[in-house]
């Protein structure tokens, strides 16, 4: 079970739900895999509704590592995530609006 108010995002991958969490440890290494892009860059790309798929597979990712996952973006090539496209890209945009949430905020809980 996750823990909106943590950060916390749940996304099946594989038919486990995984608990996906951007740590401060996950935003360094998510910063160092988008190269020239900062994370402002990569807010308001979501934000405007640009984003792409590149974008949500490293959100996923730095998400399941600071879920205590130890895999990579090649692991998740051939994966099965419930919910297809459209739940990856959901749940990458709750990991960014939950990991910079002010306490309190209400929208970020959801």
Do not use: C, H, Y
């Amino acid at each position: 079970m996750t823990n909106p108010w943590a950060g916390e995002v749940a996304l099946t991958i594989d038919g486990e739900e995984r608990v996906l969490k951007l740590t401060l440890g996950a935003l360094a290494e998510l910063e160092e895999s988008l190269g020239a892009g900062s994370l402002v860059d990569l807010v308001g790309r979501f934000e405007a509704g640009a984003f792409s798929s590149r974008d949500v597979l490293a959100l996923i990712v730095a998400g399941l590592r600071g879920g205590g996952w130890r895999g990579s973006a090649a692991d998740l090539v051939s994966a099965e995530i419930a919910g297809g496209p459209v739940a990856a890209a959901r749940a990458a945009g709750q990991l960014l609006a939950r990991a910079f949430a002010l306490p309190g905020d209400a929208e970020a809980g959801r």
